[in-house]
């Protein structure tokens, strides 16, 4: 196989092939089977939130769209699978000429979310909407799961900044990129690595390593060098030897001695093992006493949310937190569960609706083609609920709203004085992309303002309050009545 | 920013930039005081194996070379770190003409490695060798956690075969493909995604997913559709709507009705949902009453080691097990912790060896230059013990040799009846490229025989032996000359 290297960095892969192997087997089946054509509608929704948190940060949105909009298939890819011998040559020549015709609404990236609501709907030939699930889920699942974190992280750090740390330990290159641009969606102030930001414009930070200061015959010699060559951005890692004894003290004496002469301050240290709160207690102190109250404690170390709760529960004096591997691979809980299901079919210009049942009733799909409402409460602009509907149903904001539990319907919630938006937005219409991505700085500005549409309750860490996703009268009676038809016929279909 | 769109699904991307911004800082401060030629080693290794496991597969050296063979800085990339105001034009210019140097050793992919071993060994100029840190790490991270997860999940499967299903619930991109690649390399016969076959020749399959049964009016009929376009290579998922009732019933009426009369068979039946133990008994059953003792049975849904371990046990009838995010993410344990340390620098053409403390013992680096050597039993072939050497030991095969731990040195083993083996081989030679990298099936050939030379109780999925890494006694000498230096000079540095 040929190979070429590709300079520039700014470079939008072509990952059309990035799909399972089945999505082609039954889409050459669909036109086999004279099905080219047929409508069909499908959701993206999740079921479980990560770490059993209270929401979900979606993102991935813009490499979603890049991908789409970069489908087509080269005459390598045709003819790689010619060669397998199972295609036809129609199939062959609808991939050469593939023009993707579906329409797609989603919500927009930075928008919090919740379990079973369609985040993406797809409407358009079977063989299309097919086709991209696999890097449909694999983008939305993993930037969302980085995201997500991400939000739980900078929530635990109550205001203080949190640095991304983690490419080394990243699951591969984009796990790398990509989740630090999902980390700084969901709050993170930047990312240790360069890349980052000169692709997405996220600031890149960073000092130096232990190997900086085994290179030199003595710390003290190791930060003087450092402090000489920047003397307005110095970050010192104190820990290589004893942060108390050696570390903090050769910091303090290089401040004095290298940069407050010129007029200079240190800009801060870092702290990288050892008791992270007993030392940045006295680290603090220390730096204070000797009259450098503006010098900034990093704190590194394999640090995650409950972690960072922790520190700042015992009083630890810290301004910046660098979180690697917990929060790159979001160690506690490092998969998204995103699913793709049909939800409907167009027979003759008629939407039939479909479900898939499962013996545990809450995984049976909610069928049909649906819109999402988010209920905000008028005077405090928080959120009280998701309604999901039938896609022409309108709620009339001038009249109360009765929400009623899906399961328990006896569970019924009057809402009045309320306003509704609705969540999902049209990104491609007929195949043509309809929607303009905000910068990575406008989504995250969002992103912050979405989490503060929640309330306090939703927000916890540990046991948040379930925040309430309903059906429509409408939509739960579709929904029951296939079920009861489903679950009659197909056991002896 | 402009961006291009590179159709080639063979591509290098250029990742130079994918580093730390530290490792930049640092080098722009190495240059700036007249460090850029000094020479220093660094070791890449791991403190602890992935899942409490008895070994680690290692992987991702291909895409480590590739990466040193594309490392170079556009002029775009130049203009970027310029704008950050703090590097000098002479790092800038060096970045620009860069010329790799550095000598680079490591241990073949699909080897089988352990704790505090030298997986990779860099000597070469201190900016450049620190520069290549976030890459390396990052790449082999990857690649090793997965390929030992797959090892795990290959032998709890006991000769069936594995399928890696994970592409929609990876990290990112390279989490599904070389995700995909390192699997392949633990054991696993094929992946469900397509690019991985196009990228690295590694079998893709697949066949329906739910949707397929839904987009018709019954299961029968989806059945029937799929069997008339593939009369050879069917693999039916029977779980739509009841397993039992109605999926496999369905499966073997289209076998009778349309595979059989045209000399075709079933291939298989995949179950997704449900308890998988007794319905592939059942399963099976049913199948064999119908004459179709051929038609294997896949089985997927969230499995892992464990889960196939114990659906075994109970005697599922299981001949293809599809395993997905739980291997793709190495859900379990999705952090591999390698690590990059300085182990020694060149002063004056003098190796002077270093050596970073830690209040925990067992973290301690080994320094230094070092060789590593395997024993194997001469008559068994099977691996005895690792060995730590300074560069220049030998060890004489002909002589019986002293093993002892190196915490607990009175704990002795000798050894006769031996063979070593030295497990790094040279890589880069000043730079250049003096390795061939073995095709992906050698390598997953090479890593079954490799597993072969571990005996069972390093095999174990719980609580295995620990495998035996011993330093030599000059080794061992130089390691505590250094702490009792460090730990009494540096503390009043």
Request: with cysteine.
């Amino acid at each position: 196989m040929s190979t070429i290297v590709c300079d520039c960095v700014n470079i939008k892969r072509n990952l059309s092939m990035l799909t399972d192997f089945y999505q082609l087997t039954m889409g050459n089946g669909y036109l086999k089977k004279g099905m080219k054509d047929r409508i069909a509608y499908f959701d993206m929704f999740f079921r479980k939130i990560p770490d059993d948190g209270g929401y979900v940060i979606i993102a991935g949105l813009e490499q979603f769209i890049e991908y789409i909009n970069t489908l087509s298939f080269t005459e390598e890819d045709i003819s790689f699978l010619r060669e397998r011998g199972i295609f036809s040559e129609d199939f062959l020549a609808y991939l050469r000429e593939f023009k993707f015709q579906c329409d797609i609404w989603a919500i927009p990236e930075g928008t919090v979310v919740f379990p079973n609501e369609p985040i993406i709907t797809v409407r358009g030939p079977i063989p299309q909407g097919q086709l991209i699930e696999t890097m449909l889920l694999l983008t939305i699942n993993h930037q969302s799961l980085i995201a997500t974190k991400a939000s739980r992280v900078v929530r635990a750090s109550k205001g203080r900044n949190v640095l991304e740390f983690g490419s080394r330990r990243a699951q591969g290159y984009d796990g790398a990129l990509l989740g630090a641009r999902a980390a700084y969606i969901g709050g993170c102030f930047g990312t240790a690595c360069t890349m980052v930001e000169e692709l997405y414009g996220i600031p890149s930070l960073g000092t130096m390593a232990h190997s900086w200061i085994q290179s030199f015959h003595s710390e003290y010699e190791a930060f003087k060098a450092y402090a000489e060559v920047y003397p307005t951005s110095s970050v010192l890692l104190v820990d290589t030897y004893n942060t108390l004894k050696s570390g903090i003290p050769n910091a303090i004496r290089v401040a004095k001695e290298i940069l407050e002469p010129e007029g200079n301050r240190l800009k801060g240290i870092r702290l990288d093992s050892g008791d992270i709160a007993y030392l940045s207690k006295a680290a603090r102190k220390m730096l204070d006493e000797a009259g450098m109250e503006d010098c900034k404690i990093t704190a590194s170390n394999s640090l995650d949310e409950y972690l960072i709760s922790d520190l700042l529960l015992q009083g630890a004096e810290i301004d910046i937190f660098g979180v690697g591997e917990n929060l790159i691979t979001s160690k506690s809980n490092p998969v998204f569960g995103g699913v793709y299901k049909l939800v409907a079919i167009e027979n003759e210009n008629k939407l039939e609706s479909k479900i898939k049942l499962s013996e545990n009733p809450e995984k049976v799909t909610n069928p049909g083609f649906k819109k999402l409402y988010r209920f905000y409460h008028k005077k405090t602009n928080k959120a009280i609920g998701d309604l999901l509907t039938l896609r022409d149903e309108v709620v009339d904001e001038s009249k109360p709203y009765i929400l009623f539990h899906p399961v328990h319907t006896w569970k019924k919630t009057v809402l009045t004085d309320y306003y509704v938006k609705e969540l999902q937005v049209k990104i491609f219409d007929k195949g043509q992309c309809v929607y303009s991505c905000p910068s990575i700085q406008e989504i995250r500005e969002y992103c912050k303002g979405q989490v503060e549409t929640l309330w306090e309750e939703s927000l916890r860490l540990k046991n948040p309050h379930k925040y309430y996703v309903d059906l429509s009268e409408e939509l739960w009676t579709l929904k029951y009545d296939l079920i009861n038809k489903y679950s009659n016929e197909e056991s002896n279909p």
